[in-house]
């Protein structure tokens, strides 16, 4: 559980595939999503245009508290929407973003909320890849449960990301093909 203040998870590495092409899954339970800035999933960019990397976090600029977002920055930035609100607060639900190098993708439970054109960006990360805070310590932080984070070195299929979802329950061992790094939070 993070507490929207002080807990975060930080890697030794920056996971640089997820802006050229990747895949990351997440259980998460937000809580107190009303807040501005308790929205950071996972982060290498610190969710900004002037660093390299890329940002999953269940806001987005304008406000939307619940709408999901991916974001690729460098040299071009793109970043993919849902069109409509989709993250629940105080239940668990299962996030999945896919990239393949020009296709980006965001799942929620299993079904495909919002699909577009993303540009890949070859440079490294601006900072090492956190979860639940901005990468370099800058607001942004997740408040809520999150469980079994899986990182993948390639786009998982619709098929692949039914699979992870199990109906319901996170899967006890998820296909280790493509697998860069699990990662099980409680």
């Known amino acids: 559980v993070f507490d929207g203040s002080n807990d975060y998870i930080t890697f030794a590495t920056k996971f640089n595939q997820m802006q050229q092409a990747g895949s990351f899954s997440i259980w998460i339970k937000p809580t107190n999503i009303n807040n501005v800035g308790n929205d950071i999933i996972f982060d290498n960019s610190d969710v900004s245009s002037t660093n390299n990397g890329f940002s999953i976090r269940h806001s987005d600029p304008s406000g939307g508290k619940t709408l999901a ?26 996030l999945v973003v896919t990239y393949d190098g020009t296709t980006g993708k965001i799942y929620r439970n299993g079904v495909l909320q919002k699909s577009g054109a993303m540009t ?21 932080k997740f408040e809520g449960g999150m469980y079994q984070a899986l990182v993948y070195g390639d786009a998982l299929t619709q098929s692949e990301v039914t699979t992870l979802y199990n109906s319901g329950t996170p899967v006890a061992s998820p296909s280790t093909s493509g697998l860069v790094t699990k990662l099980n939070l409680s």
Do not use: V
């Open 69 to 94: 977002m991916f974001g690729i920055w460098g040299s071009t930035d793109t970043t993919l929407t849902t069109d409509s609100e989709i993250i629940t607060p105080d239940e668990w639900q299962h």
């Open 120 to 140: 890949a960006n070859s440079s490294a990360g601006s900072y090492n890849a956190r979860i639940g805070w901005g990468a370099n310590g800058n607001d942004h």
